[in-house]
């Protein structure tokens, strides 16, 4: 590779040099005694990964290019990667099932001739799109708050529906909480599934929806993570 192929793209300078260099810091730490040894490193988007990886190619500031042993990855790459094969034989969720499954339960209740609030529009994509973007907020509320309590403004009805899409999915499929819900189980149950990614770096840490939150919160509690938080947080939002 040519030293133009090396030059390290502009979206690294939408990050804060400071976090780069601690991240960079924290990495020649975890690898001071053995250069081997495995990393993982979260970041907030693959943008930001992408930028992680140039900086980190440049190497720990021990005169060697690049470094060995190291994984960049998001926190939903990271979930899936110790979830999927427990959830196993049920698939993956797609957008095209979850909108199917909502047209067939519409379907159905207006097929029974009973009144409801989409009587009039249950057959319009963008109520299905809208459906489908509330059952995704729902599905951060835990269950053991019967899919629902809870959940704000969204209709009584709406969450009825929820609940009904969800039990048409939950046997064959599943989504991201179940990845992240899975994966925050395995934390404490078999922490052995995370040995293959070693020392873990949370870098520049969002906001993030609660299931993705919990999972965080128990692999510091169960395995301990490293965090790289940005003293100017607007530059994630760049990333």
């Known amino acids: 590779m040519s030293d133009k192929d090396q030059t390290v793209p502009s979206t690294v300078a939408c990050m804060s040099s400071e976090a780069l260099e601690q991240l960079v810091a924290i990495v020649a730490e975890l690898k001071r005694d053995d250069p081997m040894a495995p990393v993982t490193i979260i970041v907030p988007s693959n943008v930001a990964g992408r930028s992680v990886g140039w900086r980190l190619a440049a190497g720990l500031g021990d005169g060697r290019r690049g470094v060995a042993g190291l994984r960049i990855t998001t926190l939903a790459r990271l979930a899936e990667s110790v979830a999927a094969v427990h959830l196993q034989p049920r698939r993956p969720l797609l957008p095209s099932i979850l909108a199917a499954a909502w047209r067939s339960?519409?379907?159905?209740v207006a097929a029974s001739g009973a009144p409801w609030e989409f009587a009039e529009v249950w057959d319009h994509p963008s109520t299905v799109a809208a459906l489908v973007t509330a059952y995704r907020e729902l599905r951060e509320v835990p269950e053991s708050c019967a899919f629902g309590e809870g959940a704000g403004s969204v209709p009584q009805e709406t969450i009825g529906l929820a609940r009904s899409v969800r039990n048409r999915l939950r046997q064959d499929w599943y989504?991201?909480?179940?990845?992240f819900a899975t994966a925050?189980?395995?934390?404490?149950?078999?922490?052995?599934a995370f040995k293959e990614f070693g020392s873990i770096i949370h870098y520049l840490p969002g906001d993030e929806p609660g299931s993705a939150a919990?999972?965080?919160?128990?692999?510091?509690?169960?395995?301990?993570?490293?965090?790289?938080?940005?003293e100017q947080p607007h530059h994630a939002d760049r990333i």
Do not use: M
């Open 175 to 179: 989504d991201q909480q179940d990845l």
């Open 105 to 108: 339960e519409l379907e159905s």
């Open 184 to 192: 925050s189980g395995l934390t404490t149950g078999k922490p052995a």
């Open 214 to 230: 919990k999972f965080i919160e128990t692999l510091d509690e169960n395995l301990g993570i490293r965090t790289v938080h940005d």
